[in-house]
């Protein structure tokens, strides 16, 4: 089971950017997705996460300006980001909890670079 992000880049202040993950490999089920990006020399810290239901929960600094949005007959996780500033810069990392065979496991992309520039 693997993790594919993309969407990442570069893009001006204010601008707009769609982060995508999906999901490849032999699931059971989705429980969870969700995005956590790390900035330089700072913790990972929890962006959005959305439950195969729908249930939604952002970082409140941030509540506003994503929409995490889940579609689970592709398998995939997508982060819509508007307004964005210098300080949205991060790799984004695609989390994922799944059900596999007799088990769940966490699972993690291997992350976007978002840059906001001024």
């Known amino acids: 089971v693997q993790l594919q992000a993309s969407g990442g880049g570069l893009v001006q202040a204010g601008g707009s950017l769609r982060l995508s993950c999906v999901v490849s490999g032999r699931i059971t089920t989705i429980n969870s997705m969700g995005w956590y990006r790390q900035a330089p020399g700072k913790q990972r810290e929890l962006v959005a996460t959305?439950?195969?239901?729908?249930?939604?929960n952002y970082l409140h600094s941030l509540k506003g300006r994503l929409t995490i949005s889940i579609d689970n007959t592709k398998k995939a996780v997508y982060l819509q980001m508007s307004s964005l500033n210098v300080e949205d810069t991060a790799v984004y990392y695609c989390?994922?909890?799944?059900?596999?065979?007799?088990?769940?496991?966490?699972?993690w992309g291997q992350g976007a670079q978002v840059t906001v520039s001024s």
């Open positions: 989390n994922a909890h799944l059900g596999v065979t007799f088990s769940s496991q966490i699972y």
């Open positions: 959305i439950t195969r239901g729908g249930s939604t």
